[in-house]
């Protein structure tokens, strides 16, 4: 059974990082692709970022983009089919669980995921 376990939340305050990790047991072969899920409370899940196994290809939301671009950095281990998700600058906004995920299925960036985390929770104050 594939399980997908996340740690690295917590409470920070604005301008703080955390790097997320997310590790998957119950699958030999390494995931086609990982990433990050949020859900910030009273808000649709949206996306955040995901990464080919090779850990070249990653893609990252929209909200990135701009003046909020390269706060985020996700990146691949593949020796231990891992994922981490690396957050600079965080603000009040970014608060939310958050979920990762893993598909096994090939086709870049993947239109949608197989498997979810139970989600860890990052707190972010002003």
């Known amino acids: 059974q594939v399980q997908l376990v996340e740690s690295g939340g917590g409470s920070v305050k604005a301008g703080d990082s955390l790097t997320l990790s997310c590790t998957v047991s119950g699958r030999t072969f390494a995931a086609y692709a990982m990433g990050w899920f949020r859900q910030a409370p009273g808000k649709e899940r949206e996306f955040v970022a995901s990464v080919h196994w090779d850990g070249d290809r990653a893609k990252y939301a929209d909200f990135e983009q701009g003046p909020l671009k390269g706060r985020f950095t996700i990146s691949r281990e593949k020796a231990k089919n891992a994922v981490h998700l690396q957050m600079n600058n965080l603000l009040p906004e970014d608060t939310a669980v958050y979920y990762c995920?893993?598909?096994?299925?090939?086709?870049?960036?993947?239109?949608?995921?197989?498997?979810w985390g139970q989600g860890t929770q990052v707190t972010v104050s002003s």
């Open positions: 995920v893993a598909t096994w299925n090939t086709g870049w960036p993947p239109a949608e995921y197989d498997y």
